[in-house]
Each structure stands twice: as C-alpha cells, then as structure tokens.
C-alpha cells in the first residue's frame, strides 16, 4: 500500500494511539540504556503515554512522507496532536460515562467498510496494518474508540436539534441564500468556554499570524497543519465540498463574493477565528429524475396459505393475466393482500425506483411498459408487477427543501457538538507533566 491506512479511516478518525508497538523517544533510565515509557498526560481519570504519543506523531509524518515540509516544526506538530489525543480521550471517557458501548460486531463490520475503502479484504488489510509495523489488534482498538465516539455525537445532538418547516420556508425565502456547492479549507483558531479578554487576544494574534504566514507566501494546508485548532488541521484543513446553505451566514456572505484560490481575513465567530480559501465552486443543477408508474398484486403467506400455496398462487394469476388477457385491476382487488394498493386495483402511482424497496425497484427498471413481471418474492410475499410507464420529473423544489432542512440540521449538530467539546475540555482536569508539550497560553491541570 502507498498510502498509510490512518488516511483511509472513518470521517471522524484522528490520529489515535497504537500503543502496542510504540516507537519510544529515548528517556533518561537509572542502570540501563533500555528506553523508559512515561507519562505525558493526565486526562481527568485516564493517562497518555509517551508511546503513544510518539505512534500517533509518527502515523501523521507518515501521511505526510511525500511532502514532509507541510508539517510544522517537531515540537509544534507534538502538541497537536497531544491536544487530538486528549480530545479524543475524554471522548471516549465520556461515551464511557454515558454507557455507550461498541459490540466486536461494529468494529467487525468498521474493519470490512475500512477495508472495502482502501479495495482489500480484512485479511489483505490486516497484513498492512501489520507490515507497516502496527498491531492490529491497536488498530481495531482505534476504530472501536472513532465508533464511540460517533455515537457519543449521535447522543448529544440527538435532543438538541429540531428543524422545522418554517425554518426550512425562512431559509428558502431569505434574501441571503445563496445555491451551489463550494470546496472550502479552513483554518480555526479556537477560544475556550467562558474565554477572557487575554484570551482573545492571543487567539487573534494566532490568526493573524497565519494570515501573515498565507500573505507571505505559505501554502494554505501547510499553514492549517501549523496553526489550526480545529480537530481537521492536520488533514490540512480540508472542509471537503458544501452546499452554501450549509454554511453560517456570516461567512456565506463572505465566500459568494470570492473567486477561486482567495482567501478570506481572519473572520470572528462563536467558537474563534477563522480564515477561509475557496478552493472550486460549482453552481446549482435542475434535479431531474426518474419516476415509475405501476401496478401490483401481493400475495402473503398466512396461517391459512404455505409458502408454497402462495407461489402457486402467484403464478396462477400471472398466467391468467399474461395468457388468459383476465383485467389486471379486477385480479388485484379480489385477490391482493396490498392493503395500500388493492382498491385501486393495484395502482401503486408514480414513484422514484427505491420508494417501494429494492427488489421492487430492480424489476420495474428492467420492465417494459405494459410488460408484467413474473412474480418475484420478497420478504412479504410474492409481487406481480405490471409497469405502466416512465417519465422524466423536476423534483428541484422538492431536493432544496430535503437539502434545507439537511443543511439547518447539520448546521446546529456542529454547533451543538463543538459547543458540548469545549465545554467537556474546559471543564475536564488535563495535566500536561513534560513542559515542552504545554500549551503556554493554557494553565495546567485546571478543572472548571
């Protein structure tokens, strides 16, 4: 493989420890020269090993192997990714805390999709894992604590965010929403929970820093590795592509008035400072689609019906209809157990290709119109499908109102998320012990 597995990880993946074969930084050890693992990190109840700490820095210069000048110097590129590790360790204290649990069958199944992703089998992906000097047993480990994780996310956003018709209306009607899609990096210089004057001020001189490195002359990933806090910096700050309904309005009304490769000043938000590049952009696209119009007669088993006596059934009826030219309509009335469909004589309406399931959606593509299907089961029953006919509809309107409501929803769960993790960090008792590792704006071992 060319590329080192953490890049190929869940969306939420960091750079997590592989503890168990750890590449120890040589230690000052009484009567020996054998290095001496220690800890750098009390984490509320937990501890952060130098191992650790040294494997996760270790797997980041490996994403970067090709273009190692993008990484900040050494002792810049250790507290961030220390400061990822206890992000990600009171997370998982607090999935923990809440009684959120991951079963050997999630991660099973996190393994095959990481697998799949990277077109390999488990096995195949466990002899690179293994061949690049990891344990795999770390690595399920580290896939167990990004499901954790996901969950704990799912939970805390789950009763905090409500989206209603008059918000997706106000959106849609507003004169500031702005269609199409951009590919935006950032760069986040975070303020704490309850920040003070100091600490504004020093997260402002950070961001101008990083807009001075930018102005400068500094490749815009390579100054997010450096100088962003936000849990993405060391991907470069990649944001990926977003609607531009997705992104809060104040910085949407900066970004529609951009062009591609500028990058905006250091713009003040809720959560810090941030800069933003807008590296493409695509406009919006009617969203024309598919629809199906047909016909059916469902027979279910019951107490009264085998299994079989249904399949002959079905194949009965689809005699009479295809040979013996007896009324489709008739038949589904008399004889369909489709308790939404058989008064209309089987008229399912018009619909897209997966709205009345997947084996449906299989067959009414490969039929013709007026072409009935020979009866197929499912886990219902047995389907006699009769394809009526196909037309091209805009389902425009309809798509920006799913990707209204889509993009208030994931607004207000990043929000609602990255304020429950500043206030989890400002409130946990981090104790950094090595002193080059310490943030110097940031006193150690407090708990609010």
Known sequence: MKQPLALFLLAIATAT???????????????????????????????????ELNEAVRSVQQQYASNPGQLPPMDVLRRQVLDRLILMKLQVQRADDQGIRVSDADVDQAVAAVAQQ??????????????????????????????????????????QVTITDSEINNMLASPTYKAGEVHLAHIQVGLPAGATAADIKAAQDKAEQATNAIKGGMDFHAAAIRYSDAQDALEGGDLGWRRMDEIPPAFADAVSNMKAGDVTPALRGPTGFHILKLMEQRQPSRQ??????????????????TPEQAHQKADDLYNRIVNKHEDFAKLAKEYSKDDTTANNGGDMGWFLQGDWGTLVGQH?????????????????????????????????????RNQARQAIGNRKAEQAYDDYLREMRSSAYVNVLVPELRDPNEQQGKKS
């Open 118 to 159: 990277n077109h390999m089998s488990p096995e195949q992906l466990r002899s690179a894992v293994e061949s690049e000097g990891n344990s795999f047993a770390a690595f399920r480990r580290q896939l167990g604590d990004q499901l954790l994780v996901q969950r704990l996310h799912d939970n805390v956003v789950h009763d």
């Open 288 to 305: 024309m689609m598919q629809e199906f119009h047909a016909r059916q007669i469902l027979i279910k088993p019951s107490e009264l019906v």
């Open 17 to 51: 420890a592989l503890p168990a074969h750890a590449q120890l930084l040589p230690q000052a050890a009484a009567g020996g020269d054998q290095p001496l693992d220690r800890i750098v990190a009390v984490v509320d109840e937990g501890v952060i090993l130098q191992s």
């Open 364 to 400: 009414v593509v490969q039929l013709k119109d007026n072409q009935v299907a020979q009866p197929f089961q499912s886990e219902i029953g047995w389907h006699i499908l009769e394809r009526l006919g196909t037309r091209e509809t805009d389902r425009t309107e309809e798509m920006e």
